[in-house]
C-alpha cells in the first residue's frame, strides 16, 4: 500500500505543477485560414501609425506587444486609435526582460508596471489577455507559474519571422502567428504581403480571436488627458528585438 500511496504522488504532483502554469501558443487551428499579424516592441511611433494606416486600409486586425517603457503620453492618441480600431494590446514586459533568466518578483514586475503604464495612457484600464516573453524564452517551472499568477494564461510565441514578403508567402499557413516590429523593413514587407495574403483567403485577425479567448478591454470613452505630475519614462532607443 505504501509503494502505491508514493508512485501515486509522483504520478499527480508533476501534472499538478503543469496545471498551473500558463499555456504555450506557437500556432493556430491548421484547418481554418485564419493568421495573425503580431508587432512587439513598439518604440519606433513613425512606423506604428504606419502600420494602423495600414492595417485599416486593408480592413485587418492585428496585436501588438508593446514594451511598457515605450509608452509615452506624446504617443497617447495613437495607441487609443489603436484599440478603438479594434487591435489587441499585449504585454511584452516593462524593459524587455528575459523572464527565463530572473526571478518570480521580478517577473510579476515587469508585467504589472506595462499594465500600469498602458492605462495611464488610455486613460482607463485595460485588461490585457496575452503576453510574448521577450526572446521567446520561457523557462516552465521557472516563467510560466509567475506569469499565471500576474493573470495571463496565455504565453504566445510565433511560427513565422520572416521580413522577405515572398519567404514569408511560402512560410504562412492556416494558423500561423507572425512576428514582426515597428521597422521601415517590416512595414514594407507588410504592405506588400498583407494584399497577397488576402488573395490567396487568409483572414488576418487578432491573437484572441485566432483562438477563441476572452476579449481584450473594456474599451471606455476618451477621458481627460492624464495628470502631468503622474510621468511616464522616456523610451530609450534601442535596437529591435523579439
Known sequence: ????????????????????TADVYRSGDPT??????????????TVFEGMLNLFKEEGIHATFFVVGNALQEKDRALWQRAVAEGHEIGNHTFGHADLSRTTRRTILSQLHRTEAALDLILGYHYQMRVMRPPYGHIAVRGTLGPVLDAGYSHVILWSVSQTDPEIALKKIKNGSICLYHTNTKDLRCLKELIPRL??????????????????????????????PASSLPTATPEAAKP
Do not use: H, Q
Not at 32 to 40: G, P
Open 1 to 20: 500500500m505504501k509503494k502505491l500511496i508514493a508512485w501515486l504522488i509522483l504520478l499527480f504532483i508533476p501534472l499538478a505543477s503543469v496545471a498551473e
Open 32 to 45: 481554418v485560414s485564419k493568421i495573425a499579424i503580431t508587432v512587439d516592441d513598439c518604440r519606433n511611433m
Open 198 to 227: 488576402k488573395a490567396e483567403g487568409y483572414e488576418m485577425v487578432t491573437v484572441s480571436e485566432l483562438f477563441g479567448f476572452e476579449p481584450p478591454g473594456p474599451i471606455a470613452p476618451t477621458p481627460d488627458p492624464p495628470d
